[in-house]
């Protein structure tokens, strides 16, 4: 079986451990409109999807013929190579995360975000562009959407919103 089935059918089946382990929230008395269940039903559905859309995908890859299989490509797993190098890439990860902790209630939500996605990008390899700066624009307005507006979660506006 290919390997990127297989991890498509592991984390479809944790989607499915976890949606179950989130069912069993109660639901308490303080009246939000999300409730205490309901980032981790997103969650759980958001993985469920993504994983079986990935399976999917995969399937029509394999079945078309293009590309080499998982299992053909090799071991070629760049900075994972060496566990010190892996380690040092997750930690410039987490870095870049903890700055964003950092400058959350400063900056606001929206700057921080986008910002996190041009860093993390940035850091990743993707050459910084105007491409760039508009999908770190672009996801950083769809999570404000997603939070702000459908799930009515209050998030910091930082100083920019006293100089407007």
Same mark, same amino acid.
């Given at each position: 079986m290919d390997r990127d089935i297989l991890c498509g059918v592991i984390a479809f089946a944790i989607a499915l451990a976890y949606l179950t382990a989130a069912a069993t929230i109660p639901e308490t008395a303080i009246g939000d409109t999300v409730g205490a269940a309901g980032v981790p039903h997103l969650l759980g559905y958001g993985l469920a999807i993504m994983s079986a859309l990935y399976v999917g995908q995969r399937l029509l890859v394999l079945r078309a013929g293009i590309g080499p299989t998982a299992d053909e490509e090799g071991d070629s797993r760049g900075v994972f190579d060496h566990p010190l190098a892996a380690f040092a890439w997750a930690?410039?990860? *987490?870095?870049?995360?903890? *700055? /964003? $902790?950092?400058f959350f209630e400063t900056t606001g939500y929206f700057l921080s975000v986008a910002l996190l996605i041009f860093a993390m990008c940035v850091y990743q390899g993707v050459k910084p562009d105007i491409r760039l700066a508009a999908i770190s624009i672009g996801g950083a307005v769809v999570? @404000?959407? $997603? /939070? *702000?507006?459908?799930?009515? *979660?209050?998030?910091?506006?930082? $100083? @920019?919103?006293?100089?407007i």
């Amino acid at each position: 079986m290919d390997r990127d089935i297989l991890c498509g059918v592991i984390a479809f089946a944790i989607a499915l451990a976890y949606l179950t382990a989130a069912a069993t929230i109660p639901e308490t008395a303080i009246g939000d409109t999300v409730g205490a269940a309901g980032v981790p039903h997103l969650l759980g559905y958001g993985l469920a999807i993504m994983s079986a859309l990935y399976v999917g995908q995969r399937l029509l890859v394999l079945r078309a013929g293009i590309g080499p299989t998982a299992d053909e490509e090799g071991d070629s797993r760049g900075v994972f190579d060496h566990p010190l190098a892996a380690f040092a890439w997750a930690a410039g990860a *987490v870095a870049i995360c903890a *700055v /964003f $902790i950092f400058f959350f209630e400063t900056t606001g939500y929206f700057l921080s975000v986008a910002l996190l996605i041009f860093a993390m990008c940035v850091y990743q390899g993707v050459k910084p562009d105007i491409r760039l700066a508009a999908i770190s624009i672009g996801g950083a307005v769809v999570f @404000w959407l $997603i /939070f *702000v507006m459908l799930l009515d *979660v209050h998030m910091p506006l930082g $100083i @920019w919103a006293d100089l407007i």
